[in-house]
């Protein structure tokens, strides 16, 4: 008898040996494991090239090493009968033994008795064709009750179990092409048995775009031209090549086609594709995959549905029930190799079903409540060519997307055709904003992103635009991009204007604006309102702004207002409440990084505001280091642009500071026009360095010329703001800017009385609390120089009981230390009490100005004789051109010399330009 075994044992050996890999075994242990279960049934199902033949070959003949009988039924129509299967598994037992008398259809059952000891294994591959109902339930019946019969049977059919192995009420075993994808690990085994030497982590990416589908890392390592990880087109070849070279089948040709269908779809979940199935089964069964049901469920199975980091869907066991198809909320795909020419295969023969397919998906997705299903939802109504839905998704999310999703917004938007934009202006916007975010993220960061240049583009078009549209959103849309096309151009009066008016036109159907757009509209106005200097109406808008915000789509919109008012507040040395807001834009974005990115800056200029309000430097570096170079875009700009020149004030850097920001003002006066705040606070900061540098010459013909434009405009020295228009008005947030540096001015020159003047006409516009306390320090120091002590008593008192030690110190920095000495001495009473010792900073740091520095005024007659000189005219042309005897114009002279501390023509020249008093010189 063992040598019966051992003969038809043998000639099963020679049979299997051909299905094996031709250049040795790569043992699958993992599976072979599983297969070792030896239940009573066992089934795979795979699609063909999952290396299923092979798979069951090397077990087949692990288990004949063991000592068992294993029988190999290569399936085909003919077979599908009890009889014909029968007399085959006789003819195959006497092919190998001919002294075997078994036959009749009881075959298999003298088998099994002959060999009471011996485990006896019929593998049947190609299964799918035995489906005579007699057949199977005689199999099941048979392996019932012959405990040493084990039945394998291997399909290209996706389903897991067959409704009559369930009734069996036996334990089986299932395998699907899930489970036969190779792993990254096992994958190098394989590619060197094919012959082909390949490095980790090629064989590794291999794996990830193929799925680790055997037959597809297969064809793509033997075509010549992929070289690894062919390109999309390479890649379509490919896959055509190996599906040309797959048997044909019904159940494989079914599968292929939901395959492509849900490739069409690009990311998908198993909630989509259920809903798919329930609501277009005409659809799949015109396009012949209705057998291929439930599609998630069957896609997971078969290997081909992957989440996007590579990993297969796990299904539950069907053992214990009902298999679970993938996580609703788990997207999913087709490997990247397979999905493009699946993808384009369906498209190319089901266009309408394709546009069908996109079209539902967009309106499941649009309707699911859930924010990150929104922005699939326009690039399938993109792909269904549903262009009223994707102009009402734009006119809702427009915003979100470009911020949260550029690829996809690109995506989505950026292919729609002209025709579809000519009457949408939504649409047009958005298209324009998706051509611009590639190029915003490639540009040199010192200038202003192209989605700016966009806007900047407008023009008046949405204004008319958003009073022709009846629809909330899509007004408050073109409502935004006018304010926004406004401001980028410079106009921001207009802007401001418009933002007014045309927000009183919704005032009854407010409610009715998606909250991401009444919330932008704030941030867009408040932004408006920090251009043109208004700094507390900015601060109303963005915390409106803020309060509008509810939902994920503007969670970005409230924390980027939270960041610029903690921004504007800072500024304006209310620090405790900045910090505060802060803290809401940094909260609000801890979770998400992408909105981390919106608020970065802001917020870190704000601290670094609060750092300097207690003379920690070194904290106010870390943060400016953070925030960007001073070159970068931001928004709110002229702020960052203050806090540098504050920081170059208290590390005393005065000179290094003003070449930084010379740069950084030219290079965004290059991509925009100058707002009224940037033009104060530019003019403001070159002020203070200057006379931080002892240079209060050339601070004063700058303060000069800003603040007293000429009735016709004057060449502007290179570096320099001039007037905007001849005799324009000069804007109320750039005088109140200037009037701390010019008191600053008068005060080091020396000027005590016309210091007090500018402080106190300062005071009575309601400058801000940082203004306060500087300008009254300035008072403070100015009286007391005079004599007048009871004023100098009474404006350092106000610093004492506005500020706490920390902010003295700083506030304080303005003067030389022997200076506050002084003025600090005259307090009295309880105020005295409270300030801090002599080891306290306040006592030490040094001060950021000169006590003293020279200042340079001429006369009118003098700054005429200086031109002339320049001009190359000598003294005796110089009268009579002016009708002047010699002798006047030559005592004009030697006093302007005096005056410029020199004794030569030359001298005096070089010293005027230096100065500033006749154009700049280039450092």
């Not at 012959?146 to 299932?174: F, K, N």
């Not at 899930?178 to 291999?206: C, I, K, N, Q, Y």
């Not at 539902?360 to 399938?380: K, M, V």
């Not at 899509?474 to 926004?484: D, M, Q, T």
Request: charged share 25%; hydrophobic share 45%.
């Amino acid at each position: 008898m063992r040598h019966e075994i051992g003969e038809a044992a043998g000639t099963q050996h020679r049979a299997l040996a051909p299905l094996r890999l031709q250049d040795g075994r790569v043992p699958r242990r993992r599976l072979l494991r599983r297969l070792d279960r030896l239940t009573p049934l066992t089934q795979v199902s795979a699609p063909p090239g999952t290396g299923r033949t092979t798979l069951l070959a090397d077990w087949a003949l692990h288990r004949m090493e063991r000592g068992d009988l294993v029988l190999w039924v290569s399936a085909h129509p003919g077979l599908n009968g009890r009889d014909v299967f029968a007399q085959h598994i006789a003819d195959l037992v006497r092919a190998a033994d001919p002294v075997e008398q078994i036959h009749g259809p009881d075959a298999l059952a003298q088998l099994c008795a002959a060999r009471p000891d011996t485990r006896v294994i019929v593998v049947v591959d190609d299964s799918q064709h035995l489906t005579d109902p007699s057949l199977r339930a005689w199999m099941g019946d048979l392996c019932r009750s012959t405990p040493t019969l084990h039945l394998v049977g291997a399909s290209d059919e996706i389903r897991a179990v067959q409704p009559d192995h369930l009734s069996t009420q036996m334990e089986i075993s299932v395998l699907t092409g899930r489970d036969l994808m190779v792993t990254a690990d096992e994958a190098p085994a394989f590619t060197s048995a094919w012959g082909h030497e390949v490095t980790d982590d090629a064989t590794e990416d291999l794996v990830v775009a193929t799925g680790g589908w055997l037959g597809v890392m297969r064809a793509v390592l033997d075509d010549d031209r992929s070289g690894g990880v062919p390109s999309p087109g390479d890649a379509a070849r490919v896959v055509r090549r190996f599906r040309a070279s797959l048997p044909t089948s019904a159940a494989t040709t079914a599968l292929f086609t939901a395959a492509g269908a849900v490739s069409l779809l690009g990311r998908v979940t198993s909630d989509v594709l259920e809903h798919l199935e329930r609501t277009l089964p005409a659809l799949w069964r015109e396009i012949g995959a209705d057998t291929v049901s439930p599609v998630a469920e069957a896609l997971a199975d078969s290997g081909l549905l992957r989440t996007e980091d590579g990993e297969t869907v796990d299904v539950c066991d069907r053992v214990a029930g009902p298999g679970a198809a993938p996580g609703a909320g788990t997207p999913v795909a087709v490997p990247a190799i397979l999905r493009l020419a699946l993808a384009h295969d369906f498209m190319t023969a089901h266009p309408d079903e394709a546009r069908l397919l996109h079209a539902e998906t967009a309106a499941y997705l649009e309707g699911t409540g859930c924010p990150a299903d929104l922005i699939r939802s326009a690039f399938h109504a993109r792909s269904a060519e549903d262009w009223g839905r994707l102009a009402r998704l734009a006119a809702r999310y427009g915003w979100w997307f470009g911020a949260r999703y550029g690829a996809e917004t690109v995506d989505a938007f950026g292919s729609v055709p002209d025709d579809a934009v000519r009457t949408r202006p939504v649409l047009a916007i958005t298209r324009a904003l998706a051509h611009a975010l590639p190029a915003a993220t490639i540009e040199p960061e010192p200038r202003s992103p192209m989605v700016q240049r966009v806007f900047a583009r407008t023009g008046e078009s949405p204004v008319q635009q958003a009073l022709a549209t009846t629809d909330p959103d899509e007004r408050a849309f073109l409502v935004i991009a006018a304010v926004n096309g406004l401001r980028q151009r410079g106009d921001v009066a207009t802007a401001l204007r418009v933002s007014e008016e045309l927000r009183r036109t919704m005032t009854r159907r407010w409610n009715e604006v998606s909250a991401l757009n009444r919330s932008f509209y704030y941030l867009q106005a408040g932004l408006a309102a920090v251009e043109s200097g208004d700094l507390p109406r900015a601060v109303r808008r963005f915390t409106r702004a803020y309060e509008e915000s509810s939902g994920a789509p503007s969670q970005f919109v409230a924390c980027s207002a939270a960041a610029h008012n903690a921004l504007i507040l800072a500024f304006e040395g209310r620090r405790d409440v900045a910090l505060r807001w802060a803290r809401r834009a940094e909260e609000g974005s801890a979770d998400e990084p992408w909105i981390r990115q919106v608020v970065h800056a802001p917020a870190q200029l704000a601290h670094a505001y609060a750092a300097l309000d207690v003379s920690d430097t070194a904290a106010a570096a870390d943060l400016l280091q953070e925030a960007g170079a001073l070159e970068d875009f931001l928004e709110a700009w002229p702020l960052k642009l203050d806090v540098h020149a504050r920081f170059g004030l208290a590390v005393g850097t005065p000179v290094a500071t003003l070449d930084d920001i010379e740069r950084a003002a030219a290079t965004h006066r290059a991509d925009r026009p100058a707002s009224a705040l940037a033009a104060a606070l530019v003019t403001a900061a070159r002020c203070t360095l200057l006379i931080a540098d002892g240079e209060l010459t050339r601070a004063k013909r700058l303060i000069d010329r800003t603040l007293e434009p000429a009735a016709e405009p004057e060449p502007v020295p290179a570096g320099e703001e001039g007037p905007a228009a001849a005799g324009a008005e000069v804007p109320a947030v750039v005088r109140s800017a200037l009037a701390e540096a010019q008191a600053r001015l008068w005060l080091t020159a020396g000027r005590c009385t016309q210091a007090r003047h500018v402080v106190s006409s300062a005071l009575s516009q309601a400058p801000t609390r940082r203004q306060v306390v500087r300008l009254l320090v300035i008072d403070a120091a100015a009286a007391h120089l005079l004599g007048e002590t009871a004023d100098a008593r009474r404006s350092i008192g106000r610093v004492v009981s506005m500020t706490v030690p920390a902010e003295l110190a700083t506030a304080m920095r303005v003067l030389p230390v022997d200076a506050r000495w002084e003025i600090l001495d005259l307090l009295e009473g309880a105020r005295r009490a409270f300030l801090p010792e002599r080891h306290d900073p306040l006592h030490s740091l040094p001060g950021m100005f000169p006590a003293h520095a020279h200042l340079i005024e001429l006369t009118e007659r003098e700054a005429s004789v200086l031109r002339d000189l320049a001009d190359g005219a000598s003294l005796a042309e110089i009268a009579r051109a002016d009708v002047l005897s010699v002798n006047t114009v030559k005592k004009q002279a030697v006093s302007l010399y005096r005056k410029l501390g020199a004794d030569t023509r030359t001298a005096a020249l070089r010293i005027a330009y230096e100065q500033g008093l006749l154009g700049h010189i280039e450092p």
